[in-house]
Each structure stands twice: as structure tokens, then as C-alpha cells.
């Protein structure tokens, strides 16, 4: 499997390009701006990239999917309870200071806990995983967790804003996150990657 990180969007998330050597089927996992260069590496690949899989709704990780979609071709998912991020993105951005109108991004598809996609030989698991927001899921491929901004390297998302509770953020790393194995790797929605293990022992917030 073949994994690209890319810094993205007003807020630096970073979004991953993950293309299964095989087969070249691929996804995005979080769109958070027109970023020519994953094209570009897409296109270099010969992936066919099936999926923009959404981790959550918040604008930082999403503004990029109209146009992405229509460049790489691909289905957009979300969980149902992020829709109205969507929906809503040039309110939400205006709390943030952020007056700029924009298209707001179209999904196609809804994910929910425990369903699974086909990709390539392997599949992509969902796990929803909400506190951050309510609609927040991680994505789990063979070794790798795409754990958006549920969990950080040594660090949670933040819970204050709307649809976020500290305790739901906390069950959702105790109880589903730290029941994968020590050695799955955790590739977060901001900052460095880590590994469930690494989290388990220096992970503070937990
Ligand atoms: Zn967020």
C-alpha cells in the first residue's frame, strides 16, 4: 500500500492519499483544499481513486471536495451526523472569522460504525469514533488508522465546539481506538503520525 501525506488548507490538516500497489485502487482521506499536487501523484500512480473519505465535517477538512471529486473522480463519505457541517460550512466558517463564501462541499455516500469498503485486496474499516464532533470516524486499513482530529500524536481533538464532549472523545479512544493492536499506525488530521502503542503509554489526555 502505498501512503502520500500532504499538508492541506487554511488550518494545516493533513490529508493521505492511499493507493494499493496492486490494483491502483485508491482514496483520499480528508480533502481539505484543490491540492494539484495529489492529482498530479494520483495521475503518476495510475491509481484509480474510488473514495474521498471524510473523517468529520469541520470546514478544515473539507473544502476542497467539490473540486477534487470532479479532478480525481471519486465518491464522497461522510458520517450522517456531519452533514450539517456541510450543509452549513459558510455559517460555521463565519464564527471563525472566515467571511470568504464557498460552494458548500456534496457527499454522496454516508459511512457508519463497523461498515467496510473494498479497496483494492484489503478493505477500509470504519470506526466511529465521536467527541471531536458527533459525526467523526476513523478509517482503518491493514496497519494504518486514520484517526482525523479524534486522536493526535500525544494529544485529542478539542471538544468545545459544537457536538464535542470531552467523555465521548474518551470513550471513543479507550474503548474502541485502544483496542487495535499496539503496532497499528495512527495518522492524525493535524500534526505527526504515532502508533496505538506510543499513544497508550504517553498519551496524557487519555
Ligand atoms: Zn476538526
Redesign the pocket.
Known sequence: MILKEYISGPIEANNYLLVDEETKEGALIDCSEMKQEIVDDANALGANIKYILLT?G?F??VLGVNEMKKALGAKVYIHKSDVFMLENINQIMSLFGMNQKVEPPEYDELVEDGQELPLGNTKIKILHTPG??EGGVCYLVDDKLFS??TLFRESV?RTD?YGGNFKTLLNSVKGVLFNLDDDINVYP?HGPSSTIGHEKNYNQFI
Open positions: 468529520h469541520h478544515d477538512h471531536h464532533s482525523g482530529d481533538g465546539l488530521g
